[in-house]
């Protein structure tokens, strides 16, 4: 027998109905979701109204360059759903509805109709500070929570093996290849992030993996959390807010005062953890990093132009080696060295 592939239809509804999770007769409407590359994702809508996400794990990613990953991840995305609706502010994960271990595929409710995405929403240069600030308070509370519960979630969510696979190879250790003026950088700071086992870390902490529904931000996608490093989290996400305000120049100074309103909500909601005293400094490399990851590693942001990515790495070399303590700091100077290069281009 052939494996299950839920973006096929005939085959999708024969499992559910074998499966029982629908009727026999029941015809419900299905519609494949694009954009990712590690799942097939695929929209169910039944004849009662009720709608579902339905995801199943892919081994090889839908990417330039060959990127294999073990398809039981899903299931590990299946237990964050499970954690996160208990850590996070409430309505802010859509609930689990099954899981199947044969098919390493789950359900999900779907958010309700109508919602946005919020990286489509930043791109048209829609920048609502109100989301802003729930981007922050989400990542800030669930941090906090999950650092109040370490002594089990450290035990359940130790294995880092898909954030190694998804996360440190393809995008710290495949741009220290490719660009070898930062692999001394890049290698120091996977050795640092390997170290720095504080909390729960999401792993995709972008504005693609949220939803916008009555003005509420849902967050989606969590195959590669983990217990770690807090500040790959804020990296990650900094960089596309710094990436995009690189990217849309007439919205530059709007990105600006939604990079430092996130940072602001963030560590509002985290408090006074521990680890909070070296927490900015580390957010400022991951930032680096990523900053240079998506323009270098094997997943580039796909709204930089070859010109734009050019810019940014260049950028970015200019400033590993600055010392940079401050978001403050990075927020300025990567900029100005953004803009300098944009001038002296025209």
Known sequence: MLPLDIEDTRQLLDYLRQTERIAAHEM???????????????????????????????????????????????????????RLAELAPPGSITPLLFEDLDEHLFAMAAVPQPHENWKTALLAGRIELDHVRQFGVILGTLERRAWERRSELAAEFADRSFFESLRLEPYY?????????????????????????????????????????????????????????????????????????????????AFVRAVRLYWESYTQALGDVPWRADLEVEAVAHTLGCLLARVAGRSPLEYLDDGERTRQREAVLALIGSRLHTLDALIERFLAAIASSEGSRA
């Open 28 to 82: 419900p409407q299905v519609r494949v979701l694009g954009g990712g590359v590690s799942n097939r994702t695929v929209l169910l809508v039944r004849e009662s109204g009720e709608a579902w996400v339905l995801k199943q794990a892919l081994a090889k990613l839908r990417v330039a360059v060959d990127w294999f990953s073990d398809p039981m991840r899903i299931h590990r995305e299946a237990l964050g759903l499970r």
């Open 173 to 253: 250790a495949f741009a220290a290849q490719r660009v070898p003026a930062a692999s001394g950088f890049l290698t120091s700071l996977i050795e640092r992030t390997r170290t720095r086992l504080l909390t729960l870390v999401h792993g995709d902490y972008s504005p693609k993996n949220v939803l916008v529904h009555d003005g509420r931000l849902v967050l989606l996608d969590h195959e590669v959390i983990h217990f770690g490093d807090p500040a790959f989290d804020l990296g990650f996400s900094l960089t596309h807010l710094l990436s995009k305000a690189h990217h849309l120049p007439a919205f530059r100074a």
